[in-house]
């Protein structure tokens, strides 16, 4: 597709386990994101790549939280040992070669529920 | 502590009225987006404003960045249905420069517009 794919739409998932959430960003794009969106509050930012760069991870918010992009291209974003308080929405977005003020496009995002 | 306070929280009118949504901060902000979000989608941007006192048109929607570059509104003209959804705002913080990685947003407006 031409937009920003993440997998999978919905997890439910137990608390204690670890979960994996896929993020396909749009092909190109050198940039990548990682934002999380509770319910009534804003996007929370997680992570940041770009190209070849160190990551961006001052907004991960414990050791249990942790990403990597492999080959410049696909996302992971792994949570160990989930707790209640990581449901949410978990949005991942892209943006093109480094631009001033460039669009960032977002996927549709991995609604987490952990029980 | 959030760095963009946006208001109302909630709005809802019938087709055909006028509104405005606020975004203030005491920080200063070298750009301010504003995007909008409908159920089960990522949030997609609208319009990205640069320059103090900058306004910008987009059919019915006008968005003002303030002079001193630290808040934002955004007017819709004659309101539609199809205006239904979560208007957020999002600020890239001077200090980052146009690292737009470190986007910060606000909790959003839910607008309702009844026919």
């Known amino acids: 597709g031409a937009g920003v794919s993440q997998s999978p739409s919905n997890k439910v998932t137990e608390k204690g386990k670890d979960v994996e959430l896929r993020c396909d960003p749009i092909s190109g794009h050198t940039a990548l994101y990682w934002y999380r969106q509770s319910l009534g509050q804003g996007l929370e930012f997680l992570i940041y790549?770009?190209?070849?760069?160190?990551?961006?991870k001052s907004g991960l918010p414990s050791d249990r939280f942790s990403a990597e992009r492999t080959g410049g291209s696909v996302s992971t974003l792994t949570i160990q040992r989930t707790q209640q308080e990581d449901s949410a929405v978990y949005l991942c977005a892209s943006s093109p070669p480094a631009a001033t003020n460039e669009k960032l496009f977002f996927g549709s995002g991995t609604q987490l529920s952990v029980l | 502590t959030q760095l963009l306070e946006q208001s109302p929280q909630f709005l809802s009118i019938q087709e055909g009225e006028n509104l405005t949504v606020y975004c203030n901060s005491s920080s200063v902000f070298s750009s301010l987006q504003w995007y909008r979000q409908e159920p089960g989608e990522g949030p997609v941007l609208l319009v990205t404003v640069v320059t103090g006192g900058e306004v910008k048109k987009l059919k019915r929607l006008t968005f003002q960045f303030g002079d001193a570059r630290k808040d934002s509104s955004l007017h819709i003209t004659a309101a539609q249905t199809g205006d239904t959804g979560l208007y957020l705002c999002?600020?890239?913080?001077?200090?980052?420069?146009?690292?737009?990685?470190?986007?910060?947003f606000g909790r959003g407006t839910q607008l309702t517009v009844w026919p």
């Open positions: 790549f770009q190209g070849n760069s160190a990551p961006d």
């Open positions: 999002a600020g890239a913080h001077p200090d980052r420069g146009s690292t737009l990685g470190r986007l910060y």
